[in-house]
């Protein structure tokens, strides 16, 4: 299936681990974006990658750290995670169409619940 | 920061009813989009505007992207139980960079 997908979908882990979220887009996409989602079901946009080179960086802790190993992939990584952590974290992608890098298309979201 | 203000925050309708849900902005936005997320899923596209003033379906689904470039609107006909979600806007003030503002959400229940 073509598709943003992500990996893990539910993840629990204790105060002070470090965890990875992994996305990979099969769309062709050249543009791949991370947003968290908090328990208002607010949604934030963090990060932004476009042919893995980093284009919006938000106002974010640095203990995420993203990283995109190729266009179809990008990686967030996350240091002494904290309770205010809990979130889903979700990962889109979309093509720059004709100067338009709009239609972002997203994956099915990683619940983090850190305890 | 950039905000845009959804409302209402939640609705509950009869099958059958019409729906209706809008954004607003203090500031202009280049591009509209209007998700749906259902539970355990991620935001789905429903549809895209690009244009001030354009107004575009979506099956039962129809947005008008304002002309002030501050608000749009999404309209659902004839609701039905699978409607149900959260619907959520979203504004673009630049294609370069694709930093999407999304509203707070509308959460949308349709009793059958």
């Known amino acids: 299936d073509t598709a943003v997908s992500q990996t893990p979908k539910y993840l629990v882990t204790q105060m002070g681990n470090d965890k990875s979220i992994k996305c990979e887009q099969n769309?062709?996409?050249?543009?791949m974006y991370w947003y968290k989602q908090d328990s208002k079901k607010f949604l934030k946009i963090m990060f932004s990658?476009?042919?893995?080179?980093?284009?919006i960086n938000e106002t974010v802790p640095n203990r995420f750290s993203p990283k995109s190993p190729d266009k179809a992939h990008l990686n967030l990584h996350i240091n002494s995670l904290e309770l205010g952590d809990s979130a889903v974290y979700f990962c889109?992608?979309?093509?720059?169409?004709?100067?338009?890098?709009?239609?972002?298309?997203f994956g099915p979201g990683t619940r983090l619940t850190v305890l | 920061g950039q905000q845009l203000n959804q409302s209402p925050q939640s609705m509950f309708i009869q099958e059958g009813e019409d729906v209706s849900m809008n954004c607003t902005s203090s500031?202009?936005?280049?591009?509209w989009l209007w998700y749906k997320q259902d539970p355990g899923e991620g935001p789905v596209l429903l549809i895209a505007?690009?244009?001030?003033?354009e107004l575009t379906s979506n099956g039962r689904l129809t947005a008008q992207f304002g002309i002030t470039r501050k608000d749009s609107f999404l309209n659902i006909s004839a609701s039905i139980p699978s409607d149900v979600g959260i619907y959520f806007c979203?504004?673009?003030?630049?294609?370069?960079?694709?930093?999407?503002?999304f509203g707070q959400g509308t959460t949308l229940q349709v009793k059958p």
């Open positions: 990658y476009n042919n893995k080179e980093l284009i």
């Open positions: 505007l690009y244009k001030a003033g």
């Open positions: 979203a504004g673009l003030r630049s294609s370069n960079t694709g930093k999407l503002i």
């Open positions: 500031s202009i936005f280049n591009t």
């Open positions: 769309l062709g996409h050249d543009t």
């Open positions: 889109a992608s979309s093509v720059r169409d004709r100067g338009r890098t709009d239609t972002q298309y």
